[in-house]
Nanobody, 123 residues
């Protein structure tokens, strides 16, 4: 069983930066950050597999960086040049299949989810 706890969400001005963290307990392989704004579908922002390969949504490429510290079992999302459209609840997710190279940004592929942390970007 995997448990995930996010932190780091806050209210910031457009152009600012935030770093989200997700502390995991249990074995984790592919991990990802998702976001959901009111009235919108959950979006896969970025994912990273066990060996460090990453994938990003086009809307965040060049601004967000996903990383992980396997020794600490912690996932990060560095968000720079934030825009009002980045406002959403951000969720950490983990996949339970034991494949170090498997990578996905589809919400249906992840079986474990955190409670979320709110990011609000004002113009």
């Amino acid at each position: 069983q995997v448990q995930l706890v996010e932190s780091g969400g806050a209210s910031v001005q457009a152009g600012g930066s935030l770093r989200l963290s997700c502390a995991a307990s249990g074995a984790t392989y592919c991990m990802g950050w998702f976001r959901q704004a009111p009235g919108k579908e959950r979006e896969g922002v970025a994912s990273i597999n066990k060996v460090g390969t990453t994938t990003y949504a086009d809307s965040v490429k060049g601004r967000f960086t996903i990383s992980r510290d396997n020794a600490k079992n912690t996932l990060y999302l560095q968000m720079n040049s934030l825009k009002p459209e980045d406002t959403a609840m951000y969720y950490c997710a983990a996949d339970g299949r034991r494949d170090m190279f498997w990578l996905s940004r589809r919400a249906v592929d992840f079986g474990y989810w955190g409670q979320g942390t709110q990011v609000t970007v004002s113009s």
